[in-house]
């Protein structure tokens, strides 16, 4: 390996200059971190709105954006753009069971420049999972930027009906701060080492929890939390009662994926009780 000449170098005596990769290793100088510490692919940090929506038929459309994706990371990150609204085909839905089809974008470039094959253009692309009654989600094309993954069940016409899920990272200056939504907000940051949290708005679930109590006995029932927390989060419990001082709770034990109510029915006899809870943490 050798020093790399930067941006917007012109000839000298030798005829040497800026070369494509040279660009590109500069440019990843300037481009926030993966949690591995190198340069990150997904879609520039913008408004936020989903990258991928469905449609009326069997295609889906990506948005205007500006994009970051690498073939290799010697080969270094391309920076480019959608400046309108692009459909991308897929194929019809299963007879049978379902499938997950994956929506990618992907700058490509020559062989000689560290790609594969001789286009530099820039395509969008769906790749369908094999069909199973458990499929899988199908990996990511070489060179190409994963945006949205969807659940394609059998007999399905139009993406407009399926649940479409945003998997692409933002991608921000190196430095700045960039949103992991995780059913709350977070923001982070490379450190050096690593990407660490810096803001959160916190993930809050809620629910009712219900169970039998037996007077003058203490029970338990657990609740798992739909989403899995980062942490111990903190939580609430208030008994569904229309007797005041009928039932006394307390959290016996709380972990980031459950908490464990305890109860004391002080009214006689046995019932089925009911328990509205709320925990509020940082998402995983």
């Not at 520039?44 to 889906?60: E, F, H, I, K, R």
Request: aromatic share 6%; glycine share 10%.
């Amino acid at each position: 390996m050798a020093g790399l000449r930067g941006l917007f170098v012109a000839d000298d005596a030798q005829a040497t200059n800026t070369i494509p990769r040279g660009a590109r290793q500069a440019l990843a100088g300037l481009i926030g971190r993966s949690t591995a510490g190198a340069a990150q692919s997904g879609v520039v940090l913008d408004t936020m709105t989903p990258v991928v929506s469905g449609a009326a038929s069997m295609s889906y459309s990506v948005r205007a954006c500006a994009l970051v994706s690498q073939w290799s990371a010697s080969a270094g990150p391309v920076v480019y753009a959608n400046d309108a609204a692009v459909s991308v085909a897929t194929t019809a839905a299963p007879s049978s069971n379902s499938r997950y089809d994956l929506v990618w974008a992907r700058h490509n470039q020559t062989t000689a420049d560290g790609g594969s094959g001789t286009a530099n253009d820039v395509v969008f692309g769906v790749t369908q999972g094999t069909v199973a009654a458990s499929p899988v989600v199908p990996a990511t094309p070489t060179g190409a930027v994963a945006l949205a993954r969807a659940l394609v069940p059998a007999g399905t016409t139009a993406t407009s009906a399926l649940v479409i899920t945003q998997v692409h990272e933002w991608v921000a200056a190196n430095g700045g701060l960039v949103p992991r939504t995780k059913g709350g907000v977070v923001f982070d940051a490379w450190n050096g080492t690593s990407r660490v949290v810096v803001a959160s708005s916190g993930l809050t679930q809620s629910g009712q929890a219900s169970f039998q109590t037996q007077s003058a006995t203490v029970t338990t029932g657990t609740v798992t939390f739909p989403t899995a927390f980062a942490a111990v989060p903190r939580v609430s419990v208030t008994p569904v009662t229309a007797l005041p001082n009928g039932l006394s709770v307390s959290v016996s034990s709380v972990s980031a994926t459950q908490l464990v109510i305890a109860a004391y029915r002080n009214a006689t006899g046995t019932a089925t009780s009911s328990f509205d809870w709320i925990a509020h943490g940082t998402p995983a």
